[in-house]
T-cell receptor, first 116, second 112 residues
Framework: ETGVTQSPTHLIKTRGQQVTLRCSSQSGHNTVSWYQQALGQGPQFIFQYYREEENGRGNFPPRFSGLQFPNYSSELNVNALELDDSALYLC???????????????FGNGTRLTVT | QKEVEQDPGPLSVPEGAIVSLNCTYSNSAFQYFMWYRQYSRKGPELLMYTYSSGNKEDGRFTAQVDKSSKYISLFIRDSQPSDSATYLCAMGSGGNTGKLIFGQGTTLQVKP
């Protein structure tokens, strides 16, 4: 069974630039969620995708956007990067059923984004 | 007030000790509860998942949920240096988003 994989592992960007982070879901999982984890804090929910549609969104501005592909892999895009966007970005997959959801999340090791 | 409160520690114990980690929450809609372990430079790893009040045991780990008090705990018996990590509690209300609310995490160090 293949776990959740994320790329790249580290990334350095300049304020104002755009970034794309990628995630491959665990085999058999059809739901992907993205979380932001600032240093010393717990992860914060950005959004979730189920069957290629956004299925819920946390308190993040529209410059955070995402995609889920037919093979259940996913991308997180962040435009107009700000210094406060520096964080560990975590992707998590799970098996959702008909939008009624209580399956536990399985996380990748994240992408460490530094904005200078 | 945060929805989920967790003492960040750090917590330092000798090898073999019993460790107690706790979270309190304010949202009575939370229905399922998880504990994750996170090593440095790694993603969170699921340890325990519970969907009701009571105790759940898995090896050296016991998760306890008290919905009436809005309080959850994780006990680690016979702690080992390899248990040194950050422990995150997480909670969800189900429904159709799967959004989890995490505590801040407690850093645990088990000394040989």
């Amino acid at each position: 069974e293949t776990g959740v994989t994320q790329s790249p592992t580290h990334l350095i960007k300049t304020r104002g630039q755009q970034v794309t982070l990628r995630c491959s879901s665990q085999s058999g999982h059809n739901t992907v969620s993205w979380y932001q984890q600032a240093l010393g804090q717990g992860p914060q929910f950005i959004f979730q995708y189920y069957r290629e549609e956004e299925n819920g969104r946390g308190n993040f501005p529209p410059r955070f956007s995402g995609l889920q592909f037919p093979n259940y892999s996913s991308e997180l895009n962040v435009n107009a990067l700000e210094l406060d966007d520096s964080a560990l970005y975590l992707c998590a997959s799970s098996h959702g059923q008909e939008r009624s959801y209580n399956s536990p999340l399985h996380f990748g090791n994240g992408t460490r984004l530094t904005v200078t | 007030q945060k929805e989920v409160e967790q003492d960040p520690g750090p917590l330092s114990v000798p090898e073999g000790a019993i460790v107690s980690l706790n979270c309190t929450y304010s949202n009575s809609a939370f229905q399922y509860f998880m504990w994750y372990r996170q090593y440095s430079r790694k993603g969170p790893e699921l340890l325990m998942y519970t969907y009701s009040s009571g105790n759940k045991e898995d090896g050296r780990f016991t998760a306890q949920v008290d919905k009436s008090s809005k309080y959850i705990s994780l006990f680690i018996r016979d702690s080992q240096p390899s248990d040194s990590a950050t422990y995150l509690c997480a909670m969800g209300s189900g429904g159709n988003t799967g959004k989890l609310i995490f505590g801040q995490g407690t850093t645990l160090q088990v000394k040989p």
